[in-house]
């Protein structure tokens, strides 16, 4: 039997719709553009880029209805509303076509992100991890198991102001292009989470602020900076 010098810590998850279970999180990835609209808001064309990826730690996930503090280290602490895939199989080298075999469900999520720090590690070209990475920085509603609705539309929200609003078509890579792309990089496993990227309306979040995403046929994800 083993014997643990420091335990292992108790498991980050997230809730599923409609169930008492819960889904273990193992990993969260993100892409880092996948709509034209938001990949020019920030500088560039990510029609002619292949996909790229950042990770949060799991423990970066925060439950739907959370109240977090306003993170340190920033003064320009940005949303962005995601669909989120919920991986339920493994999977490595997986074509397009079997990639939505991989899939447990999806939820409606924020990429919460420090965009002075991230400003910063682009102009330096340093890594990402402590502008994306950080504490409390994945904002996941509760997973609703099975496929999405194909006309699916999203929304974003700042005390009830809507700051970002798309339909999931407008997504460069589709999600069985995005888990069989990034499944040639890493072998996925059940329990990884896939931040699919941001559309444009991207902004700042202050003390006091509540901040909702809604996709159609999914829980919202909301959270409130203290
Ligand atoms: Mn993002």
Not at 113 to 129: F, G, I, N, Y
Not at 196 to 205: K, N, S
Request: proline share 10%.
């Amino acid at each position: 039997m083993t014997t643990w010098a420091i335990p292992p810590a108790d498991p980050a998850w997230v809730a599923v719709h409609d169930s008492p279970a819960r889904f273990a999180v193992r990993r969260i990835f993100c892409v880092g553009r996948n709509y034209a609209d938001h990949g020019i808001e920030m500088g560039g064309d990510p029609r002619t880029e292949p996909p790229f990826y950042f990770t949060k730690p799991a423990d970066a996930v925060v439950a739907s209805g959370s109240t977090i503090p306003y993170p340190p280290g920033t003064s320009d602490f940005h949303h962005e509303g995601e669909l989120v895939v919920a991986i339920g199989k493994a999977g490595q080298d997986v074509s397009v076509a079997d990639a939505p075999g991989l899939v447990f469900g999806f939820a409606a999520g924020n990429d919460l992100t420090r965009r002075d720090l991230q400003a910063q590690a682009k102009a330096a070209r340093r890594p990402w991890d402590m502008s994306k990475g950080f504490d409390r920085s994945a904002v996941v509603g509760a997973i609703r198991p099975g496929p999405l609705d194909p006309a699916a539309t999203l929304r974003l929200t700042v005390n009830g102001t809507v700051r970002q609003d798309t339909t999931l078509k407008m997504m460069i890579w589709s999600v069985p292009e995005i888990v069989s792309n990034l499944s040639q990089l890493v072998a996925l496993a059940p329990g990884d989470l896939i931040m699919t990227g941001t559309p444009a309306g991207v902004g700042p979040l202050v003390r006091g602020d509540t901040c909702e995403v809604t996709i159609t046929g999914l829980p919202p994800a909301r959270v409130t900076i203290d």
